[in-house]
């Protein structure tokens, strides 16, 4: 092998950018497929790179997959990696968490959750 194709392999050994490129869910308050005793004030999303604001989402459902949350999502001022949208009381029952995220890097990853929400 060539020297300068022995060092274009070792750095993309060594530095893989492929694998730092998009922002995944990191932790969730409610934790993922947790059950909470009260209702929650927030859902707050952890993300692994920071955020594009006027591009990422975040919504809570009920079961009947009508929007619970105050629609009133923002990130954290002072951290760009987490994400919240505040609750109003909510009932026991099952919800679920719908995410959508633009990272600063410009990649867009989504997914979703349930918790649940016991007396």
Do not use: C, N
């Not at 679920?96 to 410009?106: M, N």
Request: charged share 25%.
């Amino acid at each position: 092998m060539k020297p300068l194709a022995r060092t274009v392999a070792l750095l993309a050994v060594l530095f893989p950018t492929g694998a730092l490129a998009h922002a995944f869910l990191d932790r969730a308050v409610p934790a993922v497929g947790s059950t909470v005793h009260g209702p929650p004030a927030e859902v707050r999303l952890r993300f692994t790179q920071e955020l594009e604001p006027a591009f990422s989402t975040v919504r809570v459902v009920d079961r009947d997959g009508r929007q619970v949350d105050r629609m009133d999502k923002q990130l954290d001022r002072g951290d760009a990696t987490l994400l919240k949208v505040s609750l109003p009381r909510l009932a026991p029952g099952i919800y679920r968490v719908l995410w959508r995220v633009l990272s600063v890097d410009t990649h867009v990853t989504e997914g979703d959750f349930t918790f649940e929400v016991t007396p």
